[in-house]
């Protein structure tokens, strides 16, 4: 914003002006950032469709444990931490946006380590089903995982972030010789102005949509919503 005024300064000041055609502007930049939005906005769709089936693997697999009569309420107890751990582990790698997952593969192979000990105690119909229910959730979790961690093209982020700082250079001196010698200064002002706060009002959109799990954002997901104990999160809410 403030190149934007500044530069709208010195073009008035200097009475610096071109007919530029402004298609090249929306080629150079809403392009790109329309599709950068739209994508950002379908890896968002894609997470919570991922973390919808990840919890729904994640509740399944408890309910068919607790239901097996010849397993302790100790084993029970803590066969729920178990899956209690690994939900909190998901939830607190995703919202610091970190690369290392070591925590949650540790909590999934205690888990695993955990069903193989009471293995005498579960029927064999009941493992079966919850090994398939393990791969969903484990296939969920990975997939959210790669979308957390790779984004859209940074690329293509910085390119647009580029031309926007570039943009009030070439629209001020335009938009002067367009209105004519007789233009009105706040009207310029005006126009460049606010043509540079939609674009990087868009941009900044679009990088909040980036990491949709970092609680920072408006419209960020609500990881809580997805955990194994969700209960006392929809109460406070």
Known sequence: MAIS???TYISIHFNLGYNLDLTLLSIAIIFPLVFNIRGAFRRREKALQYLSKYRSALVTISFYLMTSTDMSEEDKKRTLDILGRISDETVRHLKDN??????????????????KE???FIPRRIQDRVF???NDMQEGFENVFAINIHRTPRALKAYCLIFIYIFPLIYAPTIIYNIGS????LAVYFIVVVTEFILIALYNIQDHMEYPFDDIGVD???LENFQLHRKEYSSRV
């Open 220 to 222: 960020d997901i609500k």
């Open 118 to 120: 009471l293995e005498e």
């Open 132 to 134: 398939r229910y393990m």
């Open 98 to 115: 970190e690369e290392n997952v070591e925590a949650v593969d540790q909590a999934i192979q205690d888990f695993h380590s955990h069903i």
């Open 182 to 185: 007789t233009h009105n200064d």
């Open 5 to 7: 005024v500044i530069v």
